[in-house]
């Protein structure tokens, strides 16, 4: 057994130790980037010390007393001598692919003394994901941000990259995979959910503080974390109207929660927010996003009010940006102390607010949680024997870590590829292929692989200086 499976068999059995035993599914890794040694929390959840990286260098937070975690006070940071793009390369530890869930804690707090938080993306399988833009804001900064979202992938490796803005050193706090029900947050779309990544721009509970895997010992087994509705709801909207929020709580079990494919967990429908007036409640909430996306709300309702025992009793409607996408009424359709879920996309947002409103058409309008996913398409990625020779390309001829070769050679598409390389999308724009390698410049020493034959896009031009 080579020294790389024995390490990936001790990781394995740890990951295995440190899971849920209810949990429906049987692979998450937890990754203290910059840590160590490896670290139980005070969730019980297993912190690998840092592992998978492709370079860069480690450091501590310049106030670690501010964090409560160790996994926030340590991180990996990636200066321009590693290159514009240095990847971690999780294993996936399941054979034939899957959906699976990624979270990230990135933080800065002036680890470095230049009081300059670095501008840089984050991308997922060669697709942009996350974009940090200097300067942060200065909450964010100093004690930095969890990010996370939902993807599909099929091999048993998924790279996350970072790619230096000029020449900015990239950050970054901690790295958690989790695997999730394949046919999870499926929605009617143009093509099939796979081809989408569901990037998280606000998850909430109403009624509420934060909760969830890493902020409390609520279970949620797709390890979701949950803000509380409050830093989204506008007050004033309905306090104009006359209206009183009220926080309500169940007094029984909810039924519909836990189930397969998106497992909800009963927290989320314990407590509610209504809006009680005279006239009708108004409850609104505005949810910062970007422009010229589309984006997925996931709506999260229970008639968790004993006092509503009939159909008819509370019905509202549910209006976005403007439009009236919904009339409901939960006790119509689920009945008392059961979850009731539904989506909606907004398709091709123009303003970088997202308003959900609900009025009162009989009775004051209620909502347990609301989630909100940018719908951002795959870009396209290599050729996967392509891939492969220019891995072997890099290893024969000893490619320096300043040039940056980390990750799918061509992807993301806005990007640039690797350092003298050129690429191009193959005909029916489904794939990238390397079309062009000038290395002449750059002093190398080593051999040309011999998998250089599965470049068939490669044009004559290649260069190549050096033994």
């Known amino acids: 057994m080579s020294l790389l499976s024995l390490f990936l068999l001790i990781i394995l059995s740890l990951l295995q130790f440190s899971l849920s035993l209810s949990s429906p ?62 990847c971690y390369s999780v ?27 670095p501008s840089f993306d984050v991308s997922v399988e060669g697709t942009i994901v996350f974009s940090w833009r ?15 979202l939902f993807f599909h992938h099929n091999e048993p490796v998924v790279d996350v990259c970072f790619y230096s803005i000029a020449t900015d050193s990239p ?26 990544i569901l990037v998280n721009y606000g998850r909430f509970s109403s009624g509420s503080d934060q909760w969830g895997p890493g902020f409390t010992n609520d279970t949620d087994f797709f390890s979701r974390s949950w803000q509380s509705d409050a830093e989204f709801r506008l007050t004033s909207v309905s306090i104009a109207n006359g209206a009183t929020i009220k926080s309500i709580s169940a007094g029984k ?38 422009a010229k996306m589309d984006y997925l709300l996931w709506f999260h309702f229970a008639e968790i009010d004993a006092g509503v025992s009939k159909i008819g009793q509370r019905v509202f409607d549910v209006t976005v940006n403007g439009d009236n996408v919904s009339r409901v009424d939960v006790f119509k359709e689920v009945g008392g102390f059961a979850a009731y879920d539904w989506s909606y996309v907004v398709k091709n947002l123009s303003s970088t607010t997202l308003n959900v409103r609900l009025e009162s058409v009989v009775g004051a309008p209620i909502i347990c949680g ?75 020493k080593g051999y040309i692989s011999d998998k250089i034959v599965l470049l068939t896009n490669l044009e004559l031009e290649f260069q190549f200086i050096g033994r």
């Not at 996936?92 to 938080?117: M, P, Q, W």
Request: aromatic share 12%; proline share 7%.
């Open 253 to 290: 079990p909810i039924a519909n929660v836990e189930t397969n494919p998106n497992y909800f967990p009963e927290k989320l429908y314990q407590t509610a927010i209504t809006a009680e007036g005279n006239g009708g409640g108004i409850l609104e909430y505005e949810l910062p996003v970007d």
């Open 25 to 86: 599914f049987n692979y998450s890794l937890h990754i203290d980037c910059g840590g160590l040694v490896n670290t139980t929390d005070a969730f019980r959840t297993t912190w690998l010390s840092d592992a998978f990286y492709s370079g860069g260098a480690t450091s501590v937070v310049s106030e670690p007393l501010l964090f409560l975690h160790q996994q926030e006070k340590t991180l990996r940071h990636f200066p321009i001598s590693s290159g514009k793009k240095n």
């Open 134 to 148: 200097s300067p942060w804001p200065e909450s964010v900064a100093r004690s930095g941000a969890y990010s996370d």
């Open 370 to 444: 609301l989630e909100n996913y940018a719908i951002v398409p795959v870009d396209l990625k290599t050729i996967p024997d392509q891939v492969i020779a220019m891995k072997a390309l890099k290893e024969s001829l000893r490619v320096p870590d300043r040039m940056g070769w980390n990750g799918d050679p061509c992807a993301p598409t806005n990007w640039d590829a690797w350092e003298g390389v050129t690429c191009h999308p193959t005909k029916d724009e489904t794939a990238l292929v390397v079309s062009q390698i000038d290395l002449g410049s750059q002093g190398l």
């Open 91 to 117: 294993p996936t530890g399941v054979a034939g692919g899957g959906r699976y869930f990624l979270r990230t804690f990135t933080v800065y707090d002036n680890f470095d003394g230049k009081s300059h938080s």
């Open 171 to 196: 950050v970054i706090g901690s790295l958690q995979l989790t695997q999730i029900e394949p046919n999870a947050y499926q929605f009617e779309y143009a093509k099939n959910s796979s081809n989408y």
